[in-house]
């Protein structure tokens, strides 16, 4: 599985972007598809995610500034954040997890928000 995402740049605060991420490969099945994010220093931590059960499970800091959505036929998820902050600067990765419990990362994109 190749996770491909895409979408970050730099930002003032205040302002928004939409991370894309599309997933590909011969086959697989997706039990759980998210966004997870990481500064220096720091571990990664969950951003917003879908669970097995289609529900939505944002951290506390996003929620109501950041929405998760899927494309199922197009096997991509979406991040897109509003009012972003200078704290909000990280890269972003997505992260698929299969029916097996086996997960799979996005390679990160950057976002940087200024002040």
């Known amino acids: 599985v190749q996770l491909q995402a895409s979408g970050g740049g730099l930002v003032q605060a205040g302002g928004s972007l939409r991370l894309s991420c599309a997933a590909s490969g011969s086959s697989f099945s997706i039990n759980a598809v998210g966004w997870y994010r990481q500064t220096p220093g720091k571990q990664r931590e969950l951003v917003a995610t879908?669970?097995?059960?289609?529900?939505?499970i944002y951290a506390g800091s996003m929620k109501g500034r950041f929405t998760i959505s899927r494309d199922n036929a197009k096997n991509a998820v979406y991040l897109q954040m509003n009012n972003l902050k200078p704290e909000d600067t990280a890269i972003y990765y997505c992260?698929?997890?299969?029916?097996?419990?086996?997960?799979?990362w996005g390679q990160g994109t950057l976002v940087t928000v200024s002040s």
């Open positions: 879908f669970t097995s059960g289609g529900t939505t």
């Open positions: 992260k698929l997890t299969n029916w097996f419990g086996h997960d799979f």
